[in-house]
T-cell receptor, first 117, second 114 residues
Framework: AQSVTQLDSQVPVFEEAPVELRCNYS??????LFWYVQYPNQGLQLLLK??????LVESINGFEAEFNKSQTSFHLRKPSVHISDTAEYFC???????????????FGKGTKLSVIP | DGGITQSPKYLFRKEGQNVTLSCEQN?????MYWYRQDPGQGLRLIYY???????QKGDIAEGYSVSREKKESFPLTVTSAQKNPTAFYLC?????????????FGPGTRLLVL
């Protein structure tokens, strides 16, 4: 089984400052990793994902995440945040595809990012 | 536009009452999921369905039931056996196969107990 730990439940940060949202996972097998964003009273939107290849993945709105296998981490970063980035961010893990069946996502408990003007 | 629709946005349940949450998708996705979200708890899987007329229990299926009679629809019934139903319920569907599998989410239904 896989598990995900998001180390910070809330992260306040001033506008235009950098931010890092931390995510660590536990798994005995290879995994795929995801970050989802949830704006208030809305569903989740996929922000970015790591499947294989380059360990640094980027989203279209300036976020990036780096897969670190030795530290079992997939931290999300943005060099300069905007008010519109205020949301809850969820890290998720799924067992890597091995040719049989489909596997479920396991989510962390979320990190609320509050951007202060 | 393709997407996932959940209705209603807010739902109120009385004690001992069964209520049904609707989830419809026009994305032609085979797999669909129901999650429950509680503050500070993240998302927990209730039920999922890989194909029409088939579904499996997730981690917290007790007190819930589902059906999958059509590809587009995956309604969730919260029964009176669910003693703590107040939560935000999210429906998702999945595209792709293998490595390309990705889940997309609906806007959610907030269930409140009167």
């Amino acid at each position: 089984a896989q598990s995900v730990t998001q180390l910070d439940s809330q992260v306040p940060v001033f506008e235009e400052a950098p931010v890092e949202l931390r995510c660590n996972y536990s798994s005995s097998v290879s995994v795929y990793l995801f970050w989802y964003v949830q704006y208030p009273n809305q569903g989740l939107q996929l922000l970015l994902k790591y499947l294989s290849g380059s360990t640094l993945v980027e989203s279209i709105n300036g976020f990036e995440a780096e897969f670190n296998k030795s530290q079992t981490s997939f931290h999300l970063r943005k060099p300069s945040v905007h008010i519109s980035d205020t949301a809850e961010y969820f890290c998720a893990v799924r067992k890597a595809y091995s040719g049989a069946g489909s596997y479920q996502l396991t989510f962390g408990k979320g990190t609320k990012l509050s951007v202060i003007p | 536009d393709g997407g996932i629709t959940q209705s209603p946005k807010y739902l109120f349940r009385k004690e001992g009452q069964n209520v049904t949450l609707s989830c419809e998708q026009n994305l032609n996705h085979d797999a669909m999921y129901w999650y429950r979200q509680d503050p500070g708890q993240g998302l927990r899987l209730i039920y999922y369905s890989q194909i029409v007329n088939d579904f499996q229990k997730g981690d917290i299926a007790e007190g819930y039931s589902v059906s999958r009679e059509k590809k587009e629809s995956f309604p969730l019934t919260v029964t009176s056996a669910q003693k703590n139903p107040t939560a935000f319920y999210l429906c998702a569907s999945r595209t792709g196969q293998g490595r390309r599998e990705t889940q997309y989410f609906g806007p959610g239904t907030r269930l409140l107990v009167l």
